[in-house]
């Protein structure tokens, strides 16, 4: 029995032995070694607690926390340390989201840098944007993921699931189209369409879109009918006329959109440059109210109906060259092509002598497809050192049907004039056949008479 004790003993002896040659053969002189001497030890927290907007969230998929589309949320995370640690940062971000990269910046959060001491409590606040396109048709939950992390570890990971709800009522504006769309120059016109989608529950009706230039004290405004849930729609042109002499610089152009009776409101923002006209105080005149000293000056009619179904209105534009030269301008016209095509009698071409008056006709025949409603489009009158950038109006209406009948109350002057030509040469024939027929009647009567038969 005691040789067997002392066989144990022994044994026990030569294994220490054996691994105090191991670690003799590690440079381990002064200080325990613990892996690789150039990363910290372990980043180690205590189960932190996390809020989104004051409400706790738990690593739970049974009880989702609901919230809506669109919705800014601030995110608290609260932990305590269990030892010291540098450079540790906080993540925040949403998963499931399939346009992530073109939103990154609103679902993707992050603390800058600071270190942590052993058994101290931190609390940091993170803010994140719900995207208020989720599609939740389609799958209503996001999750929210957090990490604690040092630049060697991760001390805490968690996944929170985010149940994404649509509101009743929710707008985006999802564009403002300009057109030029960087730079316009002082005197000239800025075309600018909205687009919006409708991203809740109900159906929205009449909403109001205004774009606005408040430096400038201009806006224009436009209707939207009416737009279903989910259904996108750009509003038709909307025209602002930048002063002749403003001053150059980068100018806010604001889209304001009301919907839900006016009790809702979004606003977004793009930014312009307007160039200086360096003939500000000699421009071209405009409209009817132009001043003697214009070099020249153009007049045109006011809004004008324009029928749907028929050749449309014509608008005579008159240009008077004031000038001591002749002059060769060029007619453009923009904003036609959504709703409208056109055509110029002479022609886009016009010369005139010094003193000269001439009348260029607009001619102007809505589309089928045509929308009802005012439609503001420019006329531009250009001549060397000399141009004008001119609004027009016209009032598109609906034409009346008729079955089997021909309405002349819609048709222009010309086409008139054409017509009522026509039947006047048919009846004058018609009455020539007339007197012709009677004539020879009266004839063949008296043969008849004086041709008796004698037996």
Not at 188 to 199: A, E, I, K, P, T
Not at 235 to 249: H, N
């Amino acid at each position: 029995m005691k040789s067997k004790m002392m066989f144990v003993f022994m044994t026990m002896v030569l294994a220490i032995l054996t691994l105090g040659a191991a670690f003799a053969a590690v440079d381990c002189d002064v200080n325990p070694c613990y892996g690789n001497e150039s990363n910290t030890p372990e980043l180690d927290v205590l189960d932190c607690t996390v809020k989104v907007n004051g409400r706790i969230v738990k690593n739970d998929v049974t009880v989702l926390k609901a919230f809506e589309r669109g919705e800014e949320l601030d995110v608290e995370i609260e932990f305590t340390s269990l030892q010291d640690a540098e450079d540790v940062q906080i993540f925040a971000y949403l998963a499931g989201y399939h346009r992530s990269k073109a939103h990154s910046e609103d679902i993707f959060d992050l603390t800058s840098t600071f270190d942590t001491e052993a058994s101290v409590s931190y609390r940091k606040t993170l803010s994140l944007r719900l995207p208020d396109d989720f599609e939740y048709d389609t799958g209503d939950e996001l999750k929210l993921r957090i990490e604690i992390a040092d630049k060697f570890h991760t001390g805490f990971s968690r996944v929170y699931n985010l149940k994404v709800e649509p509101q009743r009522d929710s707008v985006v504006i999802q564009d403002i189209v300009l057109d030029p769309d960087s730079a316009v120059m002082a005197g000239r016109g800025l075309f600018s369409s909205v687009r919006v989608r409708n991203m809740g529950e109900d159906t929205e009706e009449s909403l109001r879109i205004e774009v606005s230039m408040p430096s400038l004290g201009l806006k224009a405004t436009e209707y939207i009918d009416e737009l279903e849930a989910d259904e996108s729609t750009t509003s038709e042109d909307m025209f602002l006329r930048i002063p002749a002499c403003a001053d150059a610089g980068t100018y806010v152009v604001r889209a304001t959109v009301s919907y839900a009776d006016g009790d809702e409101e979004i606003v977004k923002e793009e930014k312009i440059e307007v160039v200086e006209d360096e003939n500000c105080g000699a421009n071209v005149g405009t409209g009817t109210g132009t001043s003697g000293t214009d070099k020249t000056v153009v007049t045109v009619p006011g809004k004008q109906d324009v029928v749907k179904g028929t050749t449309g209105s014509v608008y005579p534009i008159i240009i008077q060259n004031n000038g001591a030269t002749d002059r060769s301008y060029e007619l453009k016209v923009s904003g036609l092509d959504s709703w409208a095509t056109f055509r110029m009698d002479p022609g886009a071409f016009v010369i005139m002598k010094a003193g000269e008056t001439k009348t260029v006709y607009l001619y102007v025949t809505p589309k089928e497809d045509a929308q009802p409603g005012e439609k503001i489009f420019m006329v531009g009158v250009e001549t060397s050192g000399d141009s004008k950038q001119i609004p027009l109006t016209a009032n598109v209406v609906e034409g009346e049907k008729t079955s089997g009948s021909f309405s002349f109350g819609k048709m222009d002057m010309k086409s008139a004039l054409e017509i009522g030509l026509v039947v006047l040469v048919v009846l004058l024939i018609i009455l020539g056949l007339i007197v012709g027929f009677n004539k020879l009647k009266g004839s063949e009567e008296k043969d008849e008479v004086s041709g008796q038969t004698y037996y």
